[in-house]
């Protein structure tokens, strides 16, 4: 036991244990508090008073969880490239990586669990891969960088895209062990997510589908079914669709209905760059695509709208029944700039902005295909689609 606090236990029973007794041992507080049976607790400055635990628990007993989904959050530059757009603008910021959260940090750090596709790679490697040599895009951060994502509320990244293979195997395992050591789960299609949230346990899913179409319609069924078995709630997210498409296409859609069908409690996707509509099919929620959230990809994109969606579980006290509380969505624009890509998602707050992007969502609710460079519609539209887009909660 430190000196310090021995004599502050020694002071709180010279005076009869009558009164909460603070001690002072160089910078560190510690507080010892005397409990209804006369129990002496020494807490640090950091813990939580035992009986001031916060109350998880509904008025009904139930556990309420909140969910926080966005789409591509792309850091970092290209090692080949003499410039680097978003490195720069860190030096505008004086070099804090989370002013890239700033606007939107309050959001993320309310809910109960914030999950992000995480598409680029957390290492100090300048390899290139053979067969990315080619590639447009390469995309890496040191991994430092991986606190703008623990210091801000996300607790979570889906793994399994097109560039978290940009400088090797050896890079990827750097990103993992990153964020592994921030504390920050990771899923990708042979690894498990694993969170717990107020005593629910949530299992999260992801697979990059473009050219895995058939094997994953084996595996996908496999992998929910089996996490059924263990968790409380599935989460699947699906790198999907074409670039630049505000629909998806069939394939997506008979994906993500499978997954429902297999047990998923909730499907996310991203790939387009640009939001889709959601579907509720058979009570789940399927956001086809999620657009970017904080992009560094391009100092200026034709489409910087999007959205962060949130949706809610109610687990029951039998700790068996769990119902879907609906969902409501945050319109952000990817920049705080109009004029450029700044990096900085910011909810939006004009009416007319807020309407366009709902209109957006509302007006792509159907099937497409691609044909040549231009996407067309097939004739089928999302059964399921969603016709209202709540910016609030039911009830509020």
């Known amino acids: 036991m430190r000196r310090g606090v021995l004599c502050c236990l020694l002071l709180a029973l010279l005076v009869g244990l009558s009164l909460p007794a603070v001690c002072e041992e160089d910078d560190d507080m510690s507080i010892l508090e005397l409990t209804e049976d006369d129990t002496l607790v020494l807490m640090e400055e950091d813990e939580e008073d035992p009986n001031g635990v916060p109350n998880i628990y509904e008025a009904d007993g ?5 969910i926080s989904a966005t789409g591509d959050l792309t850091i970092g530059g290209d090692s080949r490239k003499r410039t680097d757009i978003f490195n720069d603008e860190l030096k505008k910021q004086g070099g804090d990586i989370s002013f890239t959260m700033r606007n939107v940090r309050d959001i993320l750090m309310a809910d109960d669990l914030t999950i992000v596709n995480f598409e680029g790679t957390l290492t100090d490697s300048t390899y290139v891969p053979s067969n990315k040599k080619n590639n ?12 703008m994502l623990s210091d801000n509320g996300i607790e979570a990244v889906a793994l399994e895209n097109n560039h978290v293979m940009d400088h090797g195997e050896s890079a990827y395992e750097d990103t993992k062990y990153a964020l592994k050591n921030a504390g920050i789960v990771y899923s990708n299609s042979t690894e498990t997510g694993v969170i717990e949230i107020k005593g629910v346990k949530i299992a999260m899913l992801s697979y990059l589908c473009i050219d895995r179409w058939d094997s994953l319609r084996t595996q996908v069924p496999k992998d929910i079914e ?12 699906f790198h999907w669709g074409y670039e630049l498409a505000y629909s998806p296409t069939q394939n997506q859609v008979d994906m993500g209905h499978l997954a429902v069908d297999s047990g998923a409690d909730l499907v996310l996707g991203h790939h ?14 399927i956001c086809y695509s999620l657009g970017n959230f904080c992009f560094s990809g391009n100092s200026k994109p034709s489409d910087m709208t999007s959205y962060i969606f949130q949706t809610r579980f109610r687990v029951k006290p039998d700790g068996i029944t769990i119902q879907n509380e609906g969902f409501r969505i945050i319109p952000i624009r990817i920049s705080s700039l109009t004029n450029r890509n700044d990096f900085i998602p910011t909810p939006l707050d004009k009416d007319t902005a807020i309407d366009s992007l709902l209109t957006t969502l509302t007006a792509n609710s159907h099937v497409i295909r691609k044909s040549g460079s231009t996407f067309k519609k097939t004739g089928q ?16």
Do not use: M, Q
């Open 62 to 66: 139930s556990v309420l969880i909140t």
């Open 136 to 147: 447009e895009f390469l995309f890496s951060a040191p991994p430092s960088y991986v606190s």
């Open 226 to 237: 089996a996490a059924k078995k263990e968790y409380d709630l599935v989460i699947c997210s």
């Open 272 to 285: 387009s760059h640009r939001i889709n509509p959601i579907e509720k099919y058979n009570g789940v929620y």
């Open 381 to 396: 539209t999302l059964e399921y689609a969603v016709v209202d887009y709540p910016l609030t909660w039911a009830g509020e």
